[in-house]
């Protein structure tokens, strides 16, 4: 079982960045990928950024391609999503993910991940 804790979220205005935290209780990164996604009312939960086991690749969704970086610490206990250009279509839930499997690849697809964090809020405002 792996414990996923999310934290950053927060109101920020339009054009603004917020930068956003995952870990995971009791383990690190090391050898795991992790990928944020989020859902805004009313709609699914959708793909975000993903960062390789090995830190070597991100995907990222064409919506935030550009604004939006995946990364983790030196010590991988952590893994941030900084978001920059903010958007008012950004305001969602986000939610860290990590799969059952260590090592692996990269996957974009929500069905394929096995732990969720609880979901932090960003909300952008006019």
């Known amino acids: 079982q792996v414990q996923l804790v999310e934290s950053g979220g927060g109101l920020v205005q339009a054009g603004g960045s917020l930068r956003l935290s995952c870990a995971a209780s009791?383990?690190?990164?090391?050898?795991?990928?992790v990928a944020w996604f989020r859902q805004a009312p009313g709609k699914e939960r959708e793909f975000v950024a993903v960062l390789s086991w090995n830190g070597a690749t991100t995907r990222y969704a064409e919506s935030v391609q550009g604004r939006f970086t995946i990364s983790r610490d030196l010590s991988k206990t952590t893994v941030y999503l900084q978001m920059s250009s903010l958007k008012l279509e950004d305001t969602a839930v986000y939610y860290c993910?990590?799969?059952?499997?260590?090592?692996?690849?990269?996957?974009?697809?929500?069905?394929?991940?096995?732990?969720w964090g609880q979901g932090t809020q960003v909300t952008v405002s006019s």
């Open positions: 009791g383990r690190t990164f090391w050898n795991r990928v």
């Open positions: 993910a990590t799969l059952s499997k260590t090592f692996g690849g990269a996957p974009t697809e929500r069905d394929e991940y096995d732990y």
